[in-house]
């Protein structure tokens, strides 16, 4: 009986220590008071604390959490606007002070998501109240710049970090929505239009540039052509005047009438109008009255251009 006696330090202080134990999970820290008051923090791991004084006021999580927010703002010109956005936020550091700060400033995290989520809204709707209806999906990026810069001064205080602010979704009310699909096809339409026109112009452009080409290469090709044509033509007078003047060189050597060449040319070229001749009408004088008269008008035409 005595030795029972005895142990009994011994269990009371085995009792002690481990009702005084206790563990914190990895990503929370324990906020301990002690009859009511902050006396410390007790990190990750197997920790121990003075049984029936001390007490695991909070478990503060440092993870980062999200909530989902759904609200309407109303535009500078009276436009409803809906929106549904994604919070991601976290404590702002492990640092004794701020956990401090995250354990006492609300009695529930409950009042703090009421809190963060009716400051971000507060601040999404001033922002919206100075811009038009159809400036807001341009303006995405500058909502959430905006909201970012005014909530981390609140938040800080608080001991939260605003970690991303998405804005997944801008909506309208139905009529909105039909104008604005109104007007961006009409757009639409008046691109298509516009492109239809600069099309056709570049087409016809293209055309009329393909017709002065055409006309211009015709043009060259006409006039290569006549040039070529009057070089024939001037080549074969040239050796005609060679074959005459060497012809009438000979006959005068064989003192012979060089009017003779006139003649077989006269016949020659009326013997060419019957052969050649398809259907033209052509009145020649074949009596020997009309060929003397033809002989000396050729005579008179030599006579001239030599002189």
Same mark, same amino acid.
């Given at each position: 009986?005595?030795?029972?006696?005895?142990?009994?330090?011994?269990?009371?202080?085995?009792?002690?220590?481990?009702?005084?134990?206790?563990?914190?999970?990895?990503?929370?820290?324990?906020?301990? /008071?002690?009859?009511?008051?902050?006396?410390?923090?007790?990190?990750?791991?197997?920790?121990?604390?003075?049984?029936?004084?001390?007490?695991?006021?909070?478990?503060?999580?440092?993870?980062?959490?999200?909530?989902?927010?759904?609200?309407?703002?109303?535009?500078?010109?009276?436009?409803?606007?809906?929106?549904?956005?994604?919070?991601?936020?976290?404590?702002?550091?492990?640092?004794?002070? /701020?956990?401090?700060?995250?354990?006492?400033?609300?009695?529930?995290?409950?009042?703090?998501?009421?809190?963060?989520?009716?400051?971000?809204?507060?601040?999404?709707?001033?922002?919206?109240?100075?811009?038009?209806?159809?400036?807001?999906?341009?303006?995405?990026?500058?909502?959430?710049?905006?909201?970012?810069?005014?909530?981390?001064?609140?938040?800080?205080?608080?001991?939260?970090?605003?970690?991303?602010?998405?804005?997944?979704?801008?909506?309208?009310?139905?009529?909105?929505?039909?104008?604005?699909?109104?007007?961006?096809?009409?757009?639409?339409?008046?691109?298509?239009?516009?492109?239809?026109?600069?099309?056709?112009?570049?087409?016809?452009?293209?055309?009329?540039?393909?017709?002065?080409?055409?006309?211009?290469?015709?043009?060259?090709?006409?006039?290569?052509?006549?040039?070529?044509?009057?070089?024939?033509?001037?080549?074969?007078?040239?050796?005609?005047?060679?074959?005459?003047?060497?012809?009438?060189?000979?006959?005068?050597?064989?003192?012979?009438?060089?009017?003779?060449?006139?003649?077989?040319?006269?016949?020659?070229?009326?013997?060419?109008?019957?052969?050649?001749?398809?259907?033209?009408?052509?009145?020649?004088?074949?009596?020997?009255?009309?060929?003397?008269?033809?002989?000396?008008?050729?005579?008179?035409?030599?006579?001239?251009?030599?002189?």
């Amino acid at each position: 009986m005595s030795s029972l006696i005895s142990l009994w330090p011994v269990i009371l202080i085995g009792l002690a220590v481990l009702t005084g134990l206790f563990t914190v999970n990895q990503g929370t820290i324990a906020v301990i /008071t002690r009859f009511g008051k902050y006396v410390g923090i007790r990190r990750p791991g197997l920790r121990l604390k003075i049984p029936f004084i001390d007490q695991v006021y909070k478990r503060v999580s440092i993870q980062n959490r999200s909530v989902e927010l759904e609200f309407q703002a109303v535009t500078v010109d009276q436009a409803n606007v809906y929106f549904k956005s994604m919070l991601l936020y976290s404590v702002q550091n492990e640092q004794e002070e /701020t956990i401090q700060k995250v354990a006492f400033k609300f009695i529930s995290d409950r009042d703090l998501m009421q809190a963060l989520v009716r400051t971000i809204e507060g601040n999404i709707r001033a922002f919206v109240a100075t811009i038009k209806q159809s400036e807001i999906l341009g303006q995405r990026r500058d909502i959430v710049e905006f909201v970012k810069e005014n909530v981390d001064a609140n938040l800080e205080e608080w001991g939260y970090h605003l970690q991303d602010l998405q804005i997944n979704d801008i909506t309208f009310d139905q009529a909105v929505m039909e104008s604005m699909s109104k007007v961006v096809a009409s757009n639409n339409l008046k691109a298509a239009a516009e492109n239809e026109g600069q099309a056709l112009l570049i087409t016809k452009t293209k055309a009329a540039e393909a017709d002065g080409n055409a006309i211009k290469i015709a043009a060259e090709a006409e006039r290569l052509a006549a040039q070529l044509r009057g070089q024939g033509v001037a080549l074969f007078r040239e050796e005609v005047a060679k074959g005459m003047s060497q012809a009438a060189e000979q006959m005068k050597q064989a003192n012979l009438d060089t009017n003779v060449i006139l003649f077989s040319m006269w016949t020659e070229a009326i013997k060419n109008f019957a052969e050649y001749g398809k259907g033209n009408v052509i009145f020649l004088d074949g009596s020997s009255e009309g060929m003397e008269k033809t002989m000396r008008q050729i005579m008179a035409m030599q006579q001239m251009d030599g002189k």
